[in-house]
Antibody, heavy 120, light 107 residues
């Protein structure tokens, strides 16, 4: 059974940093691109970042470029999102999501999400 | 960036109704479109990909159609488990974008 489990969310002050993790089981992690998607309270879904299966290629939403870094450790089957210089508008539930096969593909599995609250 | 516009934002329907949600892209995305269902406090769940291909395990009352810039999700015979919010999403290129969502409510 495919499982994705996010962790690392919490309360942080504006300008602060946080690192999210997403542990994977049930599939061969190193073979698939992975992504982060977020959802502000009561709002819709926003794609945040994507990383290729090898970790060599990444893409970011303009709203996170230069502040967020997506990475992965294939030996640990873990996806990360390093978030720096956080803003109030980054408050959201952050989901990790598996891409179906290719780097440009739909999301076939999602984690349950971890809540990040940016507030003073 | 490609903008995705869903309509309606809210839809009130009764059990057994046939409902249709429309999603329009600001430019052609061929058929690189997915539909997701989300219930409160839960992660989105994939329903349809490549505009019309039903994900394994999804009931056949769900169907998708369209190509280019106009797409539809149809639920034929609304069931209690179907009351949720539905999102379209293109994966034609990065950045991916989602529609704003359509909440299907009980009439």
């Amino acid at each position: 059974e495919v499982q994705l489990l996010e962790s690392g969310g919490g309360l942080v002050q504006p300008g602060g940093s946080l690192r999210l993790s997403c542990g994977i089981s049930g599939f061969t992690f190193r073979r698939y691109a992975m992504s982060w998607v977020r959802q502000a309270p009561g709002q819709g879904l926003e794609w945040v970042a994507v990383i290729s299966d090898s970790g060599e290629v990444t893409q970011y939403a303009d709203s996170t470029k230069g502040r967020f870094t997506i990475s992965r450790d294939n030996s640990k089957s873990t996806l990360y999102l390093q978030m720096n210089n956080l803003r109030v508008e980054d408050t959201a539930t952050y989901y990790c999501a598996k891409l179906n096969w290719n780097f440009r593909d739909f999301f076939d599995y999602w984690g349950q999400g971890t809540l990040v609250t940016v507030s003073s | 960036d490609i903008q995705m516009t869903q309509s309606p934002s809210t839809l009130s329907a009764s059990l057994g109704d046939r409902v249709t949600i429309t999603c329009r892209a600001s430019q052609s995305i061929n058929n690189w479109l997915a539909w997701y269902q989300q219930k409160p406090g839960k992660a989105p769940k994939l329903l349809i990909f490549k505009a019309s291909t039903l994900e394994s395990g999804v009931p056949s009352r769900f169907s998708g159609s369209g190509s280019g810039t106009k797409f539809t999700l149809t639920i034929s015979g609304l069931q209690p488990d179907d009351f949720a919010t539905y999102y379209c999403q293109h994966y034609n290129n990065y950045p991916y974008t989602f529609g704003q969502g359509t909440k299907v409510e009980i009439k």
